[in-house]
């Protein structure tokens, strides 16, 4: 079959009576299960039990995990626009018209890896130049694809100073774009509406385990 040529991932079933909705909820449940399985195809990483290909003309992401006492270091946000569409958060939660809302968030200290650096050393320089904090990249404690881009979260060792905004983040920062660092706790890190959504679940373990 030509879907099986060009290497999509698909599953086809053939029922042996006419169209009936009846033969659909037979298999409904199998398919579910089939969609959300486990899997890693080639470029693709699974989060949870959604997989998502990773767009290779984005640069992948290197993200800082600094954790101390029990708390890891965030990034506060407040991001607002005059519109949803001119909005990216409204876009990722399926707001396309109307005013945006503003969106108070948080996430973690990271970037683009940039030409020349892997991504080890773009979570070290991420650091240094967001939070002003020098620190060496250790354990790789998860890789996962978020909107298409490839990211890698490093566990930071090694960790000296106290986080003060720098860079980009530092020159953008307004009342309608704000940016401020914290220290949080696993409540803080459930309840804060971390992005991407599904990185809490992968850090409430290492609160708990380096608390």
Known sequence: MGAAEAGYDFRLVLGDAGHS????GVLLPDALRWVFRRHDPA????????????????????????????RILIMKRYYRRDIAGDCRVCGEDGRLTGPCPGHHYAVLPGGGVESGET????????LLEE??????????VWAATHAGRQASYFVMEDVVGEPVLGGGEADSHSPNNSFELAWADARLVHDIGMRPHEVVPQLL??????A
């Open 119 to 126: 991504p080890a050393m773009a979570a070290e320089r991420e």
């Open 21 to 24: 909705p009846n033969h659909g």
């Open 131 to 140: 939070a002003g904090m020098t620190g060496r990249a250790g354990e790789l």
């Open 205 to 210: 373990p290492l609160l708990m385990r380096q």
């Open 43 to 70: 470029g693709a990483r699974t989060i949870g039990r959604v997989c998502q290909t990773a767009d290779v003309t984005q640069p992948p992401r290197a993200v800082a995990l600094v954790v101390r006492n029990g």
